[in-house]
């Protein structure tokens, strides 16, 4: 899977000092469960969008759009803050990700 942001992309969305290693491995894990997220809900248009090769992975000449990138930060930081409120109904993404992502989405909304 695709990682649509790095670690330190990570930490600096969610105010974590850079110096601040505690939640290093936690957050290794959720970026490709947040940029999952992401590509699931671009679904057919995630290999136009991002580039991707044959095997769905990102290549030399894949570029992640900033609203795309931001999406799954947010998405992360859904994750991360494990906050239990209800954001979205089951199964959908955090109206904020959701929102930047509605003009990439599987077909084209205009």
């Given at each position: 899977m695709p990682e649509?942001?790095?670690?330190?992309?990570?930490?600096?969305?969610?105010?974590?000092?850079?110096e601040d290693d505690s939640?290093?491995?936690?957050?290794?894990?959720?970026?490709p469960d947040a940029s999952g997220a992401v590509i699931d809900y671009l679904s057919g248009r995630a290999a136009v969008v991002l580039l991707l090769d044959e095997n769905g992975d990102l290549t030399v000449d894949s570029v992640v759009p900033k609203p795309v990138k931001r999406a799954a930060l947010i998405v992360l930081e859904h994750l991360f803050e494990a906050d239990d409120e209800l954001k979205r109904a089951p199964g959908g993404l955090p109206y904020r990700a959701e929102m930047l992502l509605y003009r990439y989405a599987d077909p084209p909304l205009a």
């Amino acid at each position: 899977m695709p990682e649509l942001c790095t670690l330190e992309e990570a930490k600096r969305a969610l105010r974590i000092a850079p110096e601040d290693d505690s939640h290093d491995d936690e957050l290794r894990d959720l970026i490709p469960d947040a940029s999952g997220a992401v590509i699931d809900y671009l679904s057919g248009r995630a290999a136009v969008v991002l580039l991707l090769d044959e095997n769905g992975d990102l290549t030399v000449d894949s570029v992640v759009p900033k609203p795309v990138k931001r999406a799954a930060l947010i998405v992360l930081e859904h994750l991360f803050e494990a906050d239990d409120e209800l954001k979205r109904a089951p199964g959908g993404l955090p109206y904020r990700a959701e929102m930047l992502l509605y003009r990439y989405a599987d077909p084209p909304l205009a």
